[in-house]
Every structure is written in C-alpha cells, then in structure tokens.
C-alpha cells in the first residue's frame, strides 16, 4: 500500500478553500447576527461520515504536527468512539458520541478540521453536478433566528457551497491521479480516518518491488 500524500501545491489549495469556506460561512452568520456562543448544543457529537481523500490527507498533517503523546491520545479516544458507535448502531439508533478531536469544547485539530465542520450552522445553497439545488437550512438555532427576520427562508443570506466543493473535488481529482473512479470510495467517520492512520491506496503494479516495467 501507498500513502496518499497531498503535494505542497494540492495542500496548498486545500488550504485555501477551507478558509474561504470559514469566511464565507462567517459573513452569513455576521449578517445574521448568529453564533455558537451560548449554545447549549455541541455540534462535534454529531455523527458524520467523510468521502475524501484529500480531506482525510490534510486532517493526517495536522495529526502530524503534534507531539507523539497527544497522537496516542487522539487515538486512543478514537478507539473508544469507534466501540461506542458500533455499540449504539447495533441498537438501531445514531450514534451522538463526542469527536476525539474536541479537547475542553475546543476543537485541536482547528486549521486541519474537516469540511463538514466548517460549514455546519449557517443556511447554504449547493446545486449538484445533476443540476439539482440542495437547501441546507442552518442548525436549529439558526432556524429559529432565521424564522424571526424573515418572511420566507429564501430572503435569508446563505453560504454558496458549489464553487468551493467543486475546487476541492479538483483536488481530489488530481490527488487519485485523475481517476478517482478506480479507487475504492471513502466513507468514514473522523475517528476512523485517526485509528486507519493515513489514507493509502494499493501500490501500483509498476511501482512494486520485482515488478515489471513496460517503459
Ligand atoms: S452550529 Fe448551531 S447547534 Fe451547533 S454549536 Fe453552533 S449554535 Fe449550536
Ligand atoms: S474535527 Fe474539530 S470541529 Fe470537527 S467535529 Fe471534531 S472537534 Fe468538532
């Protein structure tokens, strides 16, 4: 197997959608006047399931950056929120297990935190490759905030989602050597991206060691 690696380029511009993600995401919820202080809710217990490469790259970098016991504490608590949501689903319900990643209501892992993460709360617009236009309409404080200004929830300001996804699934696009169609799909909660480790691919055939080359 091989680590999926993002060059400097690729995280480079990950790196920059998330951010204009976050921006975007904070003009709305100024207009708005909206923000998770005070919340009695926490949104990093809500279960999620990821379906990039790229995302899960980048989250590895973070990882990365911290000291080696606080990798084997994430770890260590991934595993248990693994076991946990393995118990709840064999009751037939969702899991609603605290990520591994939230340290004292603060998520340590904030730069290399996933998509999902930062464009939960505020209402978005995305419209698919189909053509069809999904409504996102906000978080339930939101709702309610939203309901008071507005007559209608389409007078509300709202996040545009396509563009930035449509970068990122350029990215993902590159990162699986332009066909992410032969590669098996990612479809994992943020404590199964920490306990797999790295994302990696299967060698290729020409790449391992006693393998014949045909250039
Ligand atoms: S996004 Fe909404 S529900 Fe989640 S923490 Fe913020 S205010 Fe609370
Ligand atoms: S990665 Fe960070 S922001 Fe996302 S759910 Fe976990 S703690 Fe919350």
Known sequence: MKEVVLTKVLSEE??????????????????LNFSCDGCPDNCCDSYFLHHTYTEWAYLWQGVRELEESRQQELLKRARQYILECTRVEALGERPQVICPILDEGRCSLYAYRLMVCRTHGVPALMRRPDGQTLSFPGCFRCQDIVKKKYVHDSQAPHVERTPLLQR???VERELLGGK??????????????????????PTPHCERSGGTSHV
């Open 180 to 201: 992410p169609h032969l590669y098996p799909r990612v479809k994992l909660t943020i404590a199964q991206m920490l306990v797999n480790g790295p994302p990696t691919l």
């Open 14 to 31: 990950v790196s920059r959608i998330y951010e204009e993600m976050a921006s975007d995401y904070d003009a709305v919820a100024s207009a």
């Open 168 to 170: 990122l699934v350029a």
